[in-house]
């Protein structure tokens, strides 16, 4: 027997094509996925220079970075293209960056 591909509910979105929401000065966001729960994907672009107005708690839940390109700040450590963070319900950080950046952030569930 031949298994069939099956594509129900698959999506795909560039996010270049995206309109940007600013989220604070020098930061945009794009959301590129969203499901159920408060589950979603997002782009976020940071100017040099621009840091996130607060801190940013993981109270519901956890959430993932992953740095496109640029170096990505926590309020801690820099973190170069090609990084992988994984901050875990109960963590916080403020978001930052000082030369720019691009991360897509995922938020499993709120």
């Not at 698959?10 to 996925?33: D, L, P, Q």
């Not at 740095?67 to 973190?79: A, E, K, L, P, W």
Request: aromatic share 10%.
């Amino acid at each position: 027997m031949k298994e069939a591909l099956n594509f129900k509910g698959i999506s795909s979105k560039n996010w270049k094509k995206i309109t940007a929401n600013k989220v604070a000065e020098g930061i945009s966001e794009r959301i590129v996925w969203e499901g159920d729960n408060g589950k979603k994907a997002i782009i976020f672009e940071f100017s040099p220079g621009s840091k996130y107005p607060g801190i940013d708690k993981h109270e519901s839940g956890s959430e993932q970075i992953y740095v496109i390109s640029g170096t990505f700040n926590d309020g801690r450590d820099d973190h170069n293209e090609g990084s992988f963070i994984n901050n875990p319900i109960g963590t916080s950080h403020i978001p930052q960056s000082s030369d720019g950046c691009v991360v897509l952030v995922t938020f499993p569930e709120s």
